[in-house]
């Protein structure tokens, strides 16, 4: 199961990368440096959204949020 998530993460990494190479001029960057930071975060992202998939199954969230409902409730939170 592990495998097939990591697959799946190469995937859309391999997708968002090429289309932000694709269209760079339109994600507003100002050197391939900047380009590579924004990938980097999206990674990141993916693999968060990778975490927060397999807890909902693990501990049967599935029954009371949708992904976009429980990320609803993770946004109100604030640092300070």
Do not use: P, W
Not at 5 to 27: D, E, G, M, P, Q
Not at 28 to 56: N, P, R, T, W
């Amino acid at each position: 199961m592990l495998f097939i998530s990591v697959l799946l993460l190469r995937a859309y990494f391999k997708n968002i990368s090429l289309f932000l190479h694709a269209f760079s001029h339109r994600t507003l960057v100002s050197s391939e440096k900047s380009l590579d930071g924004k990938l980097f975060v999206e990674f990141v992202a993916l693999i968060y959204l990778s975490y927060l998939k397999k807890q909902m199954q693990v501990k049967n969230l599935g029954r009371y949020y949708t992904m976009t409902g429980l990320l609803d409730k993770l946004d109100v939170i604030e640092c300070f």
